[in-house]
């Protein structure tokens, strides 16, 4: 079955890195865009980057940009999330997914994303 599994997340002081990692059984995200998205208690779901099918493609939120890199490795059916020089306001539920539109159509809009893991908790605080 389609199954999509985040780990990686942890406690980390700030101007920390962490990658968190997107592993997927049942299927092969060969053919499905990326993303990563983040909510935070009191906040709503935001989407954070993604990435298209053939990784030749990536977007970023305003507010990570700079720090966070997507990237993705097909040999091991995996989706990577590095991010660098975290702040406290990175906290969060990193959540990813995966939708059969395009990167470009779907973007960070959550509704497009058809997949989705179960999330891992990102902590920044000294």
């Known amino acids: 079955q389609l199954q999509l599994v985040e780990s990686g997340g942890g406690l980390v002081q700030p101007g920390g890195s962490l990658r968190l990692s997107c592993a997927a059984s049942g299927f092969t995200l060969d053919y499905y865009a990326i993303g990563w998205f983040r909510q935070a208690p009191g906040k709503v779901r935001e989407g954070v980057s993604c990435?298209?099918?053939?990784?030749?493609?990536?977007h970023y939120a305003d507010s990570v940009k700079g720090r966070f890199t997507i990237s993705r490795d097909s040999a091991k059916n995996t989706v990577y999330l590095q991010m660098n020089s975290l702040k406290a306001e990175d906290t969060a539920v990193y959540y990813c997914a995966a939708t059969r539109y395009s990167a470009a159509v779907a973007g960070l809009n959550s509704g497009n994303y058809d997949y989705w893991g179960q999330g891992t908790q990102v902590t920044v605080s000294s």
């Open positions: 990435v298209s099918s053939s990784g030749g493609s990536t």
